[in-house]
């Protein structure tokens, strides 16, 4: 069976500080890919990044990095130096590389992000 | 491009009743899958459909239903409303290749009386 872990229901941070959401995964399968998406208060949820199971380089975008572990099955996600905008829900997700498994993606619980100014 | 679509954006229905939510894909996506997520539940997989048939289906019951049309949109359908059906529906659309990234519509907000 795939699942997803985000132990972090909600955490506050005050502007410009480092913060790290954490997301765990369990799944059989050899080929999988990860992936977060953030929710706005709008309830849109918007797609940040992906990654293949076989990629374990750690990618960065701007403020945004993460961190890819197949051996602890982590893929976290930090925001540096955070701003008001990013308060918002963050969720990590797997699907599968199958065809009947690929287009359903498997939720974590989502962490609340609270960016304090 | 224009985003994923979905109509209407909120809705009120009482127990019993049945409503049909819309979807409009990204142009040139063939694949549509349909979410719900609740505050207990959290976000849960649906269906998916592809060409007009349904690929995957998540664990809910027959209540809920699907179709796609030839154009790629597609509408989901739920019946007998119960109180538990309250939820934010989200479509998601994507290219026909696995892996492919979910691009999801604003929503639909059902809340059943």
């Known amino acids: 069976a795939q699942k997803v872990t985000q132990a972090q229901t909600e955490i506050s941070v005050v502007e410009k500080e480092d913060v790290t959401l954490d997301c765990v995964y369990e799944?059989?399968?050899?080929?999988?890919?990860l992936f977060w998406y953030k929710q706005p208060p709008s309830g849109e949820l918007v797609f940040l990044i992906r990654?293949?199971?076989?990629?374990?380089q750690n990618e960065i975008s701007g403020r945004y990095s993460w961190n890819f572990q197949k051996s602890t099955s982590s893929f976290n996600f930090t925001i540096t130096a955070s701003q008001v905008v990013d308060s918002a829900v963050y969720f990590c997700?797997?699907?599968?590389?199958?065809?009947?498994?690929?287009?359903?993606?498997?939720f974590g619980s989502g962490t609340r992000l609270l960016v304090r100014p | 491009k224009a985003g994923v679509t979905q109509t209407p954006r909120y809705l009120i229905k009482t127990r019993g009743q049945q409503v049909t939510l819309s979807c409009s894909p990204i142009?040139?996506?063939?694949?549509v899958s349909w979410y719900q997520q609740t505050p207990g539940q959290g976000l849960q997989f649906l269906f998916e459909?592809?060409?007009?048939?349904?690929?995957n289906k998540g664990n809910f019951p027959g209540r809920f239903s699907g179709r796609q049309f030839s154009n790629s949109r597609s509408e989901m359908n739920v019946s007998t409303l119960e109180l538990g059906d309250s939820a934010l529906y989200l479509c998601?659309?994507?290219?026909?290749?696995?892996?492919?990234?979910?691009?999801f519509g604003p929503g639909t907000r059902l809340t059943v009386l």
């Open positions: 998601a659309s994507s290219p026909p290749t696995t892996g492919s990234i979910l691009f």
């Open positions: 990654r293949n199971s076989f990629d374990e």
């Open positions: 459909y592809f060409s007009e048939t349904q690929r």
């Open positions: 997700a797997l699907s599968g590389a199958r065809m009947d498994s690929s287009y359903k993606l498997i």
């Open positions: 142009s040139g996506h063939r694949s």
């Open positions: 799944t059989r399968d050899t080929t999988y890919y």
